[in-house]
Antibody
């Protein structure tokens, strides 16, 4: 069974940093890609970033501020998103999701909340 | 990359069919057959209902179907049921190797 569990969301001041984590299990780590999608309170879905192999991709709104990466530790696969220079408009629920290709996300976590406020 | 355009809301009665449109550009929908549709209930994670324009994942009802013409795609739900009431989002792969979502459509079953 595919499981995705996000963590790391918090209240942070504008200009601050945060690292989100997603612990993934139940599928071959080498398959497809992974990504992050966010949803501001009461708003729609916004694609943030994705990684496939060694290639990384970012939405224009976060390019240069966010960094996506992966790691394998203790037989677990982890997806990370480093968030720097945070702005109020980055406030959102951040979902981790698995992609089978061309960023079609077939499995999603339950999300971790990032709030940027002074 | 601008968001795909969807109607803010659609409605229909049980048993009827509804169609949700999704308009993009030649940089996304018009170039690739990588359009997907997601269903989201309040407070829940999205669920993929259609991928690659018209393919259904295992377990998704055949009442859901998708199509594409030019720079636009559409999702049709036939035999509307109360449980279909949710938000629906289209998404498309782009020529920048990114993904763009639509603004979302709230489906109300009357």
């Amino acid at each position: 069974e595919v499981q995705l569990l996000e963590s790391g969301g918090d209240l942070v001041q504008p200009g601050g940093s945060l690292r989100l984590s997603c612990a993934a299990s139940g599928f071959p780590f080498s398959s497809g890609g992974m990504g992050w999608v966010r949803q501001a309170p009461g708003k729609g879905l916004e694609w943030v970033s994705a990684i496939g192999g060694h290639d990384t991709y970012y939405a224009d709104s976060v390019k240069g501020r966010f960094t996506i990466s992966t790691d394998i530790s203790n037989h677990m696969f982890y997806l990370y998103l480093q968030l720097n220079s945070l702005r109020a408009e980055d406030t959102a629920l951040y979902y981790c999701a698995r992609s089978t290709g061309y960023w079609m996300f077939d499995y999603w976590g339950q999300g971790t909340l990032v709030t940027v406020s002074s | 990359q601008s968001a795909l355009t969807q109607p803010a809301s659609v409605s229909g009665s049980p048993g009827q069919s509804i169609t949700i449109s999704c308009t993009g550009t030649s940089s996304d929908i018009g170039t690739y057959n990588y359009v997907s549709w997601y269903q989201q209930y309040p407070g829940k994670a999205p669920k993929v209902m259609i991928y690659d324009v018209s393919s259904r994942p295992s377990g998704v009802s055949n009442r859901f179907s998708g199509s594409k013409s030019g720079n636009a795609a559409s999702l049709t739900i036939s035999g509307l049921q109360a449980e279909d009431e949710a938000a629906y989002y289209c998404a498309s792969y782009t020529t920048s190797s990114t993904l763009v979502f639509g603004g979302g459509t709230k489906l109300t079953v009357l």
